[in-house]
Structures are given as C-alpha cells and as structure tokens.
C-alpha cells in the first residue's frame, strides 16, 4: 500500500499555476491613513522583488500597468505579507493577506493594478517587523493540475483521520492508482472510480463567513478597510464558484461598505438578491450582551433591522452572535419581540469548568419566553476533515442531531473564506468518511433543524465561564456607557414633549452608543488606540445629548408659569415615571434659596425636592439663608434619622444601625477594600486570584459638610503608586449612604473590591439585569456554582432574607460577587494585555448601600435615583399656560423605559417593563385625551389593541415583560 509520505511529495511537486511574467517595477506613495477615505501622502520610491515596502503601521499604495496575453486563464500572485486590498482598473477587486496569494483576472487586454497594503503595527498580541515584496507574477492556470492537486489534498486529509479500514483502502488504492497516470486529467478519472463507499448518516452545512470584530487588535478605522478587502472577495469567490454561499452579520459592516466602497456596495446587494449573500443577525453590530442596557438592546435590534428592510428589502430572523462573551436572560424575550426566531453562537462551549449541555435547545428568559438557538462547534473554521470530524462528534454529545452548521472561512479580523476551502468543500461532499456537505445558509439549516419538539429546555442566563475579567476592564467606557444611556433616555423624554424632537441628531448620538457596545470595545478587551477614538466617540454623544437635553429644558421652561414671590425660579424636572423626593443641585449666588429646607454648598445650593412622576416642581427663588441644624458628622461617626455609623482609623464602617427598623446591618467592619493580585488579561479574572492580597491601610479623615441637607466624610488612602479619595455621604430623607470615589489608579495586575459583609443569611443575591433581575446562588456546591465567581450586575444587586435585605447599588459598575453574606463589588483593574495601559489614570463612581424591608421595589427606585438625578432648571419669573406643578406620564405596574417620538412619524412611543417579576395589572396616565393607542413589537409595528380610557392605558403585564405602545395624542 502506498505510502503517506509519498502522497505528501507527490502534492508537493504539483505546480497548479505555471508562471508567465515577472510583475516589476510597482510605483509606491507611502501614506498615513488618517480616517476612512481619508489619507496623507508621503514619500514616493519604486519596489522591487524582495524590497521592503512598508515598516510596521505602514499603508502603502503599489501601482502598475501591465499588457495581458489573450487568455481565460489568468492570475497574478503577489505575496506581500499584511493586508492588502488590490483594485483593478479602480475598482476594488479582491483582498490579500495571509491565507491568499492568488487573484484570479477576468480577460482583458490591460489592467491597472493598485494595491493598498499595510502593515499593522506591533502590540502585545503580535510582534511586527519590515515587510517585503516576495512575489509579483503574472500567472496561469492549470486547470487539470490545480483540480488533482485538490483531490489528492483531500483524498489525503481523509485517510489521515479515518479509522475505518475500508474507507482508508479504497483511497489509499485509488491514489495509487491514479498515480500510474501521467497526465493529471487522466489521473483524475483513475481516482474518483469505483470510490462510492455509504457516508455517515447526517448532514454538515458549510456556512462561509468572515467574523469581522468591529475594533479589536486593530482600531476602528481598519476595519473599514478590513470590510473592503473581506467584500470584494467574496464577491470575487461568488463569481467564481456559483454554489458558494457567505453569511454576512452587522449593519455597521455594511454600512462603512456602503460608505467607502459604493461599488463594492452594490455588487453585495446584487448577490443578496441572487440568494448567494445571505444577510443575518438583526443587531447594529455584535455587542456584549451582559452590560448594555435593556432599551440599548432594543435599539441595537431596531436600527439593525430597519437597516436590513431598507437597503435589502429583508427582515431577518437569525439572531448571529458568535463571539460575545455571555447573554443576559433578558434577551429571548427581546429577541422573540424584536421578530427573531432563532438564536446561534458559539463563545459558551468556551466554558473553563463545565461542558454546556445541550447543541440545539429552547433558551427560556426571565419572563418564561423561549428562542430555539443552535452552538455550532466553533467559527472561523478551515474546511479540514480533521476539524469537520471533531466538530460532527463534539456537537453529538449535546444529543444526537443529524444535521450541524460549520461555520467556515478566516475571521475575527476578517478575510473569510479561501478557495482552497471552497475546492475542498467541493471535494468533501462526494467524499466517504464525512457526513453529506452542503454549501449553505443559516436561513436553510436553521429551516431544516427548526422547530423540531421536545427539545430540552435551558432557564437561566448564558453564562460563560470564562472572560469574567470584561465585566470591570476599562471602567472609564462602562462609565461612560452607562451616563450616555441615561442622557439619551432623558433628552427623548424632554424633547418630545417640548415638540422639538431633532431625531438625526438622536440616531447619531445612538450609532454611536451602539458602536461602542461592540463585544470587544465595551468589555475593555481592545488595544488601547480603540479607547481614544471611543473617547471621542463619548465627547460627540456626551455634547449631543447636553445640546438637546438643555434646549428641550428651555423650551419647556418658557411654556410653564413661574411668576411667584421670586424674580426667578428654580424648575425641577423629574424623567422616572414614579414621584420622587430626593436631592437637587442647583447654582445660586450666595443670599438666595428656594423655598424649601436648603444647605450650601461652596456654589451651588442643596435642597430635597418632590417632583411628580415624568414631570417637573417649580421652586420661588428668594432670599434668605440656608436652612439650621445639621446632620452628624464626625471624624468616627455618622447621623442622620436613618442610620448611624461608626468609622474606623482605615475608614472602615465598624458598625451600621438601621434607626428605623432597629437592625444592625452589618455582621464585619464594611466599606472594606482588598487589592487583589491579578494576573490576568483584559479578559479574564483567573480562578485563583483571591490567593494573593492586601488591604489599603489606614485612612486620613475630614469633614466636608454636615448640614441640614447632606453630611459627608472625606476619606483618602494611599496604596501602592495610587491614591483614592471618597466622600461617604449621608442625607436627609434619603434612605441610602452613598460613596462618592475618586480614583488616581496607577497599579499594574492588580483588581481592586470593595466588601460589606452584611447581617443576612440567604442561599440566593438578586442581581439587576437589563430589564428585570436574575436570582443567583450565594453559595459553592456544585462546580457550576464555583464557576460563578464573578457575575454581571446593573445598577444594583441584593442580599435579603424573608424580612430584611440589603441593596449595593453603583451607577457605572457591572462585577458583582456575593458569597455567604459577603457582598463585593469590582471596582477597577489593570490588565496589561492587550492594552498595556489599561485603566491607568483618573477614575469616578459612586457606589451606594441601601438597608431595607422586604421586597425589592424600593431597592429598585432608588438605584434609578442613583443614576438619574433631578434635573434643576433656572428660569425668570414669567406667566406660562402649563402650571407650577405637572406631570405628563405616570404608570403604575411597570417602569417607563423609553418615551421617544416614534420612527416614522410624529406619535408617541412609550416602552415599559415589569420589574418585580410578578404578574399584575398596569397602567400609564398621559396628560391629555388618548386618541389612538395600539400595541407594537420593538421594531414599533401594531401587533395589538390596548384598552383606552380617556388619557389612560389599561393592560395586564406578565412578569418582566416589556410593553411597547404608539399613542397618538
């Protein structure tokens, strides 16, 4: 029998493409790639074989003019290392990289050839070094060579994983056979005889992709290019191979292709017309799924999909998630409302501890609803019968499942699909030793394994045991996330009902939040160039957002009475849909105050307002002083009509009494912190990182205010080559002790938490998700549990009992972990990789502690108070038609999520969810008369009728779901 080896030298000596003409001299201009489209042209010099074209973060554009032979059969070669996108006759043609090196031409008497190539720079992940040309040649094809050299290929890759005797004789013996033929066309009729051996029952469909991480080892501007190079060749393989099929997520992908290769564009929507493109995922881009918001989820699905109905006509009903790194339980039921069907990705056969158990299963949600979702085995695959096998038996162990998807083709940083995979593919499909293949789409698996009953059923979040590090790394852009998505839902609040609604300006300011949800942005696992284009990103809807929120104020104000004893008031605005008591600042020169209990505070004046629900309290300024009496604040102790506290020499809280309900809180000293040695990446908190630590020391102590309104305590520790100041804060009538931080953070590997043991004994922590909340376990029995260790939060999580609990609340933090009784939440870290100044430098947040009684209502209003402060407005004295005290939306059941003029046209959309996790009967309250109001999914289309009487909406709402209504008014 042949042997192995002496195929191997056989494909080796092969030569499918014989070389015609050397490709030299090419004219290059080097160039700095500013932005897309955008470049500044630099030096100009000729390339030949074997120079150096480009030095590491290098774009370089190769140009030259060659005569073609009259043939079909042409191709050049071109090695350059990098990334390349070559345009023939200034179109862009096809890209080059690594994994290919060929560039079929169509038939033409000259072609002008452009290459733009770049060299990415170095960084943690990848050393760089000068680049060369190493080879420029006009070529030709060899048909009958290049067809056996891919037979043998794959006959060999077969034999070599087959254990099946007969499988692997019958092709050792058709190559040998084959090889007593000299000619390769002959050779290859001698192969494929007699070789039709039954293949394993089963179907594998081969879905071409190209992953493409919107930012990641790269900064957003490459990926432009990286979506010009990956398009054009497709749409190059599509020309060449009729039954290749490419799946393609992301609007924004398409929406820079759209941008900065119209023609490049248009081709794609003549493929997706053709059947051969197939547009998945209904999201703008592929976010993280553990820290955006539930209304960020909704947009990411509305502009997503409404992108995909207008430029292609299609509605797609695949959710296409691959990468991301865990899924909130809240997300089937968005999904499902949002017109999805199917759910797939593959990040939690990731898992470090635990094998997920099922392949294709229903994902039921926090409120019950269900997604049918498939795990391929893993994506950007090669098309190897290596790989194709384990994938086939690995994904049997979920349960038997006769057809998988294997999702093909180079990816993350784009690229997709090779010819080579595609002439295997081919090959594969005759094949014996590998299940029948197909080259398919997600839309044609998904209708052939869909629907299938009794399938098992997974109710819980998709945790991935792995990547828990992204929860905390790079606090600055979880910050900034989480204000941007408040700013956003206050500015559509005030600017619908102040009549000017700038919805441009909006869907600039949510692409952008959107963007930078991206999986690899948001989670802090990019270089550090990506953090400072999303910085810009931030400032651009930080000012959008302030611009429309001040002029909708204006607006509203000039309409709302203010005459009163005052020359001017002070207008409290109020965007939760509850009434509110809780604190405004407002600046006021020194002799004025509002008629309410007030304190100063250097500029600005402190008082507690009560403002009605999504609407506003006019306060007389006049003139007086700040209110008597004071709270009590001492260098070791805290008052007010709440709680007391006791601090000691490390500004920890020794002891906390909750006055009220005559409950010691506290069962160990609280406001501890501990700084962990941490090894680990962007993404990853390692399983062993609590081994190594210290605690912070002792702390240096002053008071700062200890008025009739807030008392605070400044407390500042040195550690390390950092410094940390914090004012804890107390108030009047506000039932929360807050912890105002700043941080200097200048530590390397080292992940910073702040623990509050807390005098409750409870199996399982309520934990804030987006739209609801998810029970998890405080204890470590099972593997799965000690997996947990470090789990997503929102804007608070809870530890209670039947009668008691305690609330640690944030407003830009999402690592939690809750042990026992002991409750930690992640402050900061500092991950070298990938970069290597992760999180150095200033940092701001407020977490906060709120004791209480049963039930999680409270705990749930006064994290929204946390993160949505009273907005004060100052206005002159004048007469208005809205009066001093108003408030144009109130519900009762349901929190008030959105309140936003409606895509289309100019009626109201009002979205709101359940958030106790309970079934009841709801209402909202409108200021004025109903006309119309229906029911709507989250892209805003009818789907119902809601009972209407006069200015109200009466409807039942299960336990966190989320109610969408357009109401005309």
């Known amino acids: 029998m042949i042997r192995l080896e002496t195929i191997r030298e056989k494909i080796r000596s092969l030569q499918p493409f014989i070389v015609l003409d050397k490709i030299e001299p090419w004219q290059a201009r080097l160039a700095y790639y500013e932005a897309p489209g955008k470049y500044k042209f630099l030096e100009e010099k000729e390339i030949k074989l074997g120079d150096v074209w480009g030095n590491p973060g290098d774009t370089v554009f190769l140009r030259t003019k060659i005569s073609l032979p009259d043939r079909d059969d042409l191709a050049l070669e071109l090695v350059l290392g990098g990334e390349a996108l070559v345009r023939l006759n200034g179109e862009a043609y096809q890209g080059l990289d690594n994994n290919r090196r060929i560039v079929p031409l169509p038939k033409l008497k000259e072609a002008e050839i452009e290459i733009e190539a770049y060299n990415p720079p170095a960084h943690s992940y990848r050393s760089a070094g000068p680049l060369t040309l190493k080879s420029s040649f006009l070529v030709a094809l060899n048909r009958d060579v290049y067809d056996y050299y891919f037979d043998l290929i794959s006959f060999l890759e077969i034999i070599e994983n087959e254990a099946d005797p007969l499988i692997r004789g019958t092709l050792l013996s058709a190559i040998e056979r084959s090889f007593k033929e000299e000619d390769p066309k002959k050779a290859r009729e001698l192969l494929w005889q007699n070789i039709d051996l039954p293949k394993p029952a089963g179907e594998i469909h081969l879905l071409g992709q190209s992953h493409i991480d919107i930012a990641w080892l790269w900064p957003l501007k490459e990926t432009v290019r990286k979506c010009g190079r990956t398009f054009a060749t497709i749409i190059n393989l599509m020309r060449e191979f009729p039954e290749f099929r490419y799946v393609q997520s992301e609007p924004q992908a398409y929406e820079f292709a759209k941008e900065q290769f119209p023609e490049v564009y248009e081709k794609i929507k003549e493929m997706v017309k053709a059947g051969k493109w197939e547009v998945v995922g209904g999201m703008w881009l592929e976010p993280d799924c553990n820290i955006p918001s539930g209304e960020s989820f909704v947009r990411q699905l509305l502009y997503g999909k409404r992108f995909f109905m207008k430029e292609f006509g299609i509605e797609t009903n695949i959710e296409w998630l691959p990468d991301v790194f865990g899924f909130s339980a809240a997300l089937p039921q968005i999904l499902k409302k949002a017109g999805m069907d199917y759910f797939m990705t593959i990040k939690i056969f990731w898992n470090d501890t635990n094998r997920f158990p099922y392949t294709h299963f229903l994902w039921k949600g926090i409120d019950g609803t269900c997604i049918e979702t498939f795990f391929p085995r893993a994506l950007n695959q090669d098309i190897n019968a290596r790989e194709m096998k384990e994938a086939w038996n690995y994904l049997q162990q979920g349960g038997p499942t006769p057809r998988i998807a294997y999702l093909y083709g180079y990816g993350d940083g784009g690229g997709g699909p090779t010819r080579e995979q595609i002439e295997k593919g081919r090959r594969f499909s005759k094949l014996p030793g590998l299940p029948a293949c197909k080259f398919s789409t997600a839309k044609d698996f998904f209708s052939q394994i869909g629907g299938k009953k009794d399938l098992p059923v997974w109710d819980d979040e998709l945790y991935l045991e792995y990547h828990r590090g992204t929860l905390t790394t790079q606090a600055r852009n979880k910050r900034w996330n989480r204000k941007s998505e408040f700013l956003l839902r206050d500015a559509e609040f005030l600017a619908f009902f102040a009549g000017k609604y700038p919805k441009e300006k909006f869907d600039r300011a949510w692409k952008l939040v959107l963007l930078n949800q991206f999986h690899d942005i948001l989670p802090g696992s990019s270089i550090g ?441």
């Open 529 to 969: 160039e990506v953090y400072v284009d999303s910085k810009k990103d931030y400032e651009e809807i930080f000012a959008i957002g302030e611009e429309i929120k001040k002029e909708s104020l204006s607006l509203l104000a000039k309409r709302i009475n203010t005459k009163g004893e005052g020359k001017e008031a002070v207008i409290v605005f109020n965007s939760l849909s509850w009434d509110r008591k809780s604190l405004v600042e407002v600046e006021l020169p020194e002799g004025l105050v509002v008629d309410a209990p007030c304190q100063r505070s250097g500029n600005k004046l402190l008082f507690i307002a009560e403002v009605p629900s999504m609407g506003y309290r006019t306060y007389q300024v006049i003139e007086g002083s700040p209110s008597e009496g004071g709270l009590t604040v001492k260098e070791n102790h805290l008052e007010n009509d709440m709680f007391s506290l006791d601090i000691d020499d490390e500004g920890r809280i020794t002891r906390l009494i909750d006055k009220r309900n005559k409950k010691e809180v506290l069962a160990g000293p609280g406001n501890e912190f501990f700084l962990f040695h941490d090894l680990g990446n962007a993404w990853e908190v390692e399983k062993d990182y609590e081994v190594k630590f210290w605690k912070i020391g002792k702390a240096k102590k002053t008071i700062v205010e200890s008025g009739p309104v807030r008392g605070i305590l400044r407390l500042e520790w040195e550690f390390g080559d950092s410094k940390m100041v914090q004012d804890l804060t107390i108030y009047r009538d506000i039932p929360r002790i807050d912890f105002v931080t700043y941080v200097d953070w200048h530590e390397k590997h080292k992940l910073l938490k702040v623990a509050f043991p807390v005098n409750v004994r409870a199996r399982f922590a309520t934990y804030n998700i987006a739209y609801g909340n998810l029970q998890r376990p405080t204890h470590r029995n099972t593997s799965w549990e000690q997996a947990r260790y470090e789990v997503s939060g929102h804007k608070w999580a809870d530890l209670s009992d039947s009668g008691y609990g305690v609330s640690l609340m944030n407003d830009c933090k999402y690592g939690y972990d809750i042990r026992d009784n002991v409750m930690r939440l992640s402050l900061l870290r500092a991950p070298t990789a990938p970069d290597p100044d992760a999180d150095q430098g200033e940092h701001h947040f407020t977490y906060s502690l709120f004791p209480h009684t049963a039930g999680l209502a409270p705990t749930i209003e006064w994290s929204y108070d946390l993160n949505v402060p009273l907005i004060a407005w100052r206005e002159g004295a004048h007469q208005g038609e809205l009066p001093e005290l108003y408030s144009f939306a109130r519900a009762e059941g349901v929190i008030i999520e959105a309140l936003k003029r409606a895509e289309d046209d100019d009626a109201l959309i009002i979205r709101c969810y359940e958030p106790l996790g309970q079934s009841t009967k709801a209402r909202i309250k409108l200021a004025s008369e109903i006309k119309k109001a229906v029911e709507c999914d989250l892209l805003e289309r009818p789907i119902g009728d809601v009972q209407v009487q006069g200015d109200t909406l009466l409807f039942d709402v299960h336990q966190f779901e989320i109610k969408t209504f357009k109401i005309d008014l």
